[in-house]
C-alpha cells in the first residue's frame, strides 16, 4: 500500500527556516519522482518543487526558487524540502505526491498525481 507521511511543518517567523520531510512506504521512493505542493486557503493547490528518479534533477516555482532545496533519502525513502527565508506568502498546507513516474515534465499540476500525503501546516507569521 502507497503511503505518504509529510512532517515537520510549524510555525516560523518571516526570515526563518523549515525543514519538511516525505516519508514513503508501499514502494521505492527513488523509483518514481516526487513533487511538493502547497495550498494556502482559497487558493488553489500550487506545485512547489520536484525531484526526478531519471538523473536526480531537481525543479522549483519561480516564487520558491532560491530559498528551497528539494533532496532525497534514499536509505530512508524520505524526501526533504529546507525551506529558508520564510515569507508570510508561503503559509500554506504543504503536501507531497506522487505520480509513479519517474519524470518531473508537467509536474506543477495537482492533476494526475495518485498518491498524496495528509499534509503539514506551514505559517509564517511574526
Known amino acids: 500500500q502507497v503511503q505518504l507521511v509529510e512532517s515537520g511543518g510549524g510555525l516560523v517567523q518571516p526570515g526563518g527556516s523549515l525543514r519538511l520531510s516525505c516519508a514513503a512506504s508501499?514502494?521505492?521512493?527513488?523509483?518514481?519522482?516526487i513533487g511538493w505542493f502547497r495550498q494556502a486557503p482559497g487558493k488553489e493547490r500550487e506545485g512547489v518543487s520536484c525531484?526526478?528518479?531519471?538523473?536526480?534533477?531537481?525543479y522549483y516555482a519561480d516564487s520558491v526558487k532560491g530559498r528551497f532545496t528539494i533532496s532525497r533519502d534514499n536509505a530512508k525513502n524520505t524526501v526533504y524540502l529546507q525551506m529558508n527565508s520564510l515569507k508570510p506568502e508561503d503559509t500554506a498546507v504543504y503536501y507531497c505526491?506522487?505520480?509513479?513516474?519517474?519524470?518531473?515534465?508537467?509536474?506543477?499540476?495537482?492533476?494526475?498525481?495518485?498518491?498524496w500525503g495528509q499534509g503539514t501546516q506551514v505559517t509564517v507569521s511574526s
Open positions: 508501499g514502494f521505492t521512493l527513488n523509483y518514481y519522482s
Open positions: 525531484i526526478s528518479s531519471s538523473d536526480g534533477s531537481t
Open positions: 505526491a506522487t505520480r509513479l513516474v519517474r519524470y518531473c515534465s508537467g509536474y506543477r499540476s495537482p492533476q494526475g498525481y495518485d498518491f
